[in-house]
């Protein structure tokens, strides 16, 4: 088995031994090292080479998405996990533009985190669903879009009907077609993107300007 390494970069030193504690439980897991400061990260991480590092990015006097960009230049081959305290939105999404992988909450319990530091050492978007609210709230009218995918106009209309929050049921009475139909839309909208998730569907609408944010 393949273990993940991971650097966990967190200035809170309950906090931090909590997230070393929980991780070093799983066989497929091993934390490298521990950072308490923004000084000694870049080499750390340098050195190490972690194959995922979890940084707390919304405390200013510690940790920060200024840092977030220098370890994508340092790092380039950690995926990074964001785990913070108060899901901020100029904060999550800058991140998420400078390259957070993944975001979660400290509040998480032990599984999300597991499955976090899991789907991210993988490549994959993970999002708790809180942080998924706060990406959703701000999410504007839905508009036509020209995007360079093969995505169908009504592919486009159900991904933002699903930013805003719309079950299948919703849509389908919205659009006047089926449930079964509006969910082989959705298969068909996770194949055509290369995404696994609604998670990753969110973040992916976000990023082609299919969603767009106030």
């Known amino acids: 088995?393949?273990?993940?390494?991971?650097?966990?970069?967190?200035?809170?030193?309950?906090?931090?031994?909590?997230?070393?504690?929980?991780?070093?439980?799983?066989?497929?897991?091993?934390?490298?090292?521990?950072?308490?400061?923004?000084?000694?990260?870049?080499?750390?991480?340098?050195?190490?080479?972690?194959?995922?590092?979890?940084?707390?990015?919304?405390?200013?006097?510690?940790?920060?998405?200024?840092?977030?960009?220098?370890l994508r230049q340092t790092a380039p081959g950690s995926k990074i996990l964001a785990i913070t305290k108060d899901p901020e939105r100029p904060v999550v999404m800058e991140a998420l533009k400078y390259g957070v992988c993944s975001y979660i909450l400290k509040e998480c319990g032990e599984q999300e985190l597991i499955n976090a530091v899991r789907a991210t050492a993988r490549g994959e978007k993970f999002m708790c669903s809180k942080v998924l609210e706060v990406i959703l709230s701000e999410a504007a009218t839905p508009e036509p879009v020209a995007v360079a995918t093969n995505l169908s106009p009504r592919e486009i209309e159900i991904i933002q009907l699903i930013a805003a929050g719309k079950s299948s049921i919703e849509i389908a009475d919205k659009l006047f077609l089926s449930p079964h139909t509006i969910n082989s839309h959705r298969k068909n909208i996770l194949r055509k993107l290369n995404i696994k998730s609604p998670a990753e569907l969110i973040v992916k609408a976000l990023d082609l300007g299919i969603v767009k944010l106030h």
């Open 1 to 70: 088995m393949n273990q993940i390494s991971v650097l966990i970069a967190e200035a809170n030193l309950l906090i931090r031994k909590g997230l070393v504690m929980l991780l070093a439980e799983q066989e497929d897991i091993q934390v490298l090292g521990e950072v308490n400061a923004a000084s000694d990260l870049l080499e750390i991480a340098q050195d190490l080479k972690p194959d995922v590092i979890t940084i707390d990015c919304n405390g200013p006097e510690h940790f920060c998405v200024q840092d977030v960009i220098s």
